[in-house]
């Protein structure tokens, strides 16, 4: 092979590749709403707020320190230079430190799966809208083809007419639904350009008016097994913290056991006379009980345990429900993967009648109204298999959606 002619390859292959339809694929558009969802920013607002409340819980088991240094000025002159140091630190049976850290350790992990969430639903809605946009787009093909035939067959028919072959009537019924047909895919049009700016809106992303990819889902053969959810798991660490409030209520009730330890190091004589420092080290330990505190720390149990009850009812129905909505997705699965293999089967047979109906039509042994029945039956079958496949596919995911799976195998 010359240079020549591997130079001209070289540009043929390059101009193709410029030529080839671009597409915007799902990912792309998944990942401006991600970018731009205020949603998303509050979630991390709020997770990260929660981490910083978790380091102060455990800050507060640091002790408690103090360095001091100071000087008057008196007649002219600084004097009585004096300086020390102390601390202390102390925990007690019911020590309410214990059990903030706990809780803002739940928190912390709750808004961890909220963040997750959000970005699921997120990912569904752009899918969910992505299918609508591609599910007119087929519908607009289809119709394209529909008025194509409606056109071949108003020209044709308006010939036959001029022959003499076929009356004035044939003719009008066929201009007739060439009209409803051209009707029919100004109102697809429409519905496409209304479905790509509610997508593209979502996404906050311009519209520059590029085809979308075609996107592959994968179906479950067996109906999806129930798994909690990233919902159930957040109210089951909610119910957790409420678990411990009631702990920490039932605690208050009893005798309060505390060790506690001081430490200080004093001078008044100097800084730096390190030999006249005074020190004092002291640990004790407690027992105390607040007599009538018993009244109030009673009622906050009570209050603690009817939170407890509620959110435990609260769990069982949210399981329920969501146990409900999956046999139910389920069921609509398997019954939409029926109906896609009987509406492939009836848009073949339909294709199929249509082909010897031509052939019965041009020998003029059926009618034009014959003819236009088997057409409808074909168009109606290849229209119902395009909504029963787009049907099947966001089911899919609503129940990955619903079992807190990757959206798309992705998000």
Request: with cysteine; charged share 25%; glycine share 2%.
């Amino acid at each position: 092979m010359s240079r020549k002619t591997f130079f001209i390859g070289l540009i043929l292959v390059f101009f193709c590749l410029l030529m080839a339809e671009e597409t915007i694929s799902l990912e792309f558009l998944v990942q401006k709403a991600l970018d731009k969802s205020l949603s998303i920013e509050a979630e991390l607002l709020q997770y990260k707020n929660q981490a910083s409340s978790y380091k102060q819980s455990l800050y507060s088991w640091l002790p408690r320190a103090n360095v001091n240094i100071s000087k008057s000025w008196q007649n002219s002159e600084w004097q009585n230079a004096s300086g020390g140091f102390a601390a202390n630190w102390s925990i007690s049976s019911n020590d309410g430190r214990y059990f903030d850290m706990r809780r803002q350790m739940i928190e912390m992990m709750n808004s961890n799966l909220s963040l997750e969430d959000v970005k699921k639903n997120i990912a569904f809605n752009v899918l969910s809208r992505f299918i609508d946009v591609l599910n007119a787009a087929d519908m607009v093909e289809l119709q394209q083809e529909v008025l194509a035939v409606e056109e071949k067959k108003y020209l044709r028919i308006k010939t036959q007419q001029e022959l003499g072959e076929i009356n004035r009537l044939d003719l009008e019924q066929a201009q007739i639904d060439k009209i409803q047909a051209e009707i029919s895919l100004n109102d697809l049009m429409l519905s496409v350009e209304n479905k790509r700016a509610e997508l593209f809106y979502y996404c906050g992303s311009e519209d520059q008016n590029i085809s979308l990819q075609q996107i592959d889902v994968q179906i479950n053969a067996q109906p999806a097994e129930y798994q909690p959810n990233l919902q159930y798991q957040i109210m089951q660490k909610s119910m957790t913290s409420t678990k411990l409030m009631q702990d920490q209520s039932f605690l208050e009730l009893l005798p309060t056991l505390s060790l506690n330890w001081n430490y200080s190091r004093n001078s008044m004589d100097g800084l730096s006379e390190f030999d006249l420092y005074s020190e004092n080290a002291e640990v004790s330990l407690m027992l105390s009980y607040p007599i009538f505190d018993i009244f109030n720390n009673y009622q906050s149990l009570q209050i603690a345990r009817r939170q407890f009850q509620f959110y435990q009812r609260q769990l069982i129905d949210q399981q329920l429900n969501d146990q409900k909505e999956l046999n139910s997705l389920n069921k609509s699965l398997d019954s939409q993967n029926r109906n896609l293999q009987l509406y492939n089967l009836k848009a073949e047979l339909a294709e199929k009648i249509l082909q010897r109906a031509q052939v019965e039509y041009d020998q003029g042994t059926i009618s034009i109204l014959d003819f236009n029945e088997y057409q409808n039956r074909l168009y109606s079958a290849r229209k119902n298999q395009i909504l029963e496949h787009y049907r099947l596919l966001e089911t899919q995911e609503k129940i990955n959606l619903l079992l807190s799976n990757d959206i798309m195998g992705k998000w």
